[in-house]
């Protein structure tokens, strides 16, 4: 099955009202804690909403398939990302979130989530999701920027006009 971005963004609503409604406190500027805190309790519950397909959700995973190349860990190398046309040397590089299926270049959704009061590093992670579009054959990346209102919170999907 393929999804379309109506899909895709009607499962991460449904996902961010399900964090609200269950973890509201730890989304609080004042709480403030870390950002993979929060995106592994949101990686929870996005990923009942993949299960029918097989898909798995995972947080800061670092590894893919040797298509790529390969390292001395065998059948999957870590994660690298080329950024020569911003002016940056190739890394490594950890998703905040990914929808996937281990062991295949079945990419479906990389998401990049920061809090609305950390965002300085927005940009980057625009960058980096064009580049998980472009460079790992990602189906779909998202920015998604939650608030400490629901009703602030961003989805925007990529590929992103980066000046």
């Given amino acids: 099955m393929s999804y379309s971005r109506e899909q895709i963004e009607e499962k991460i609503e449904l996902t961010i009202d399900e964090l609200y409604e269950k ?4 989304i609080f500027e004042t709480y403030n804690l ?12 996005l990923e ?8 798995v959700v995972d947080v800061e995973y670092n590894r893919m398939l040797n298509d790529y190349g390969e390292d001395i860990i065998g059948n999957e190398i870590g994660k ?6 911003y002016g940056k040397e190739a890394s490594a590089v950890y998703p905040d979130v990914i929808v996937h299926k281990r062991n295949t270049t079945d990419n479906l959704l990389e998401i990049e989530m920061k809090m609305q009061w950390k965002n300085s590093k927005k ?41």
């Fill in 48 to 55: 009942k909403h993949f299960a029918d397909q097989d898909y």
């Fill in 123 to 163: 940009e980057f992670d625009l960058i980096k999701i064009n580049e998980y579009i472009s460079q790992l054959d990602y189906q779909f990346g998202v920015y998604l920027e939650l608030a400490e209102n629901r009703n602030e919170c961003q989805v925007n999907f990529g590929p992103f006009e980066i000046n």
């Fill in 34 to 45: 870390h950002e993979r805190s929060i995106t592994h309790r949101f990686a929870l519950y």
């Fill in 23 to 26: 973890d509201s406190e730890i």
């Fill in 80 to 85: 690298r990302l080329d950024f020569e046309k």
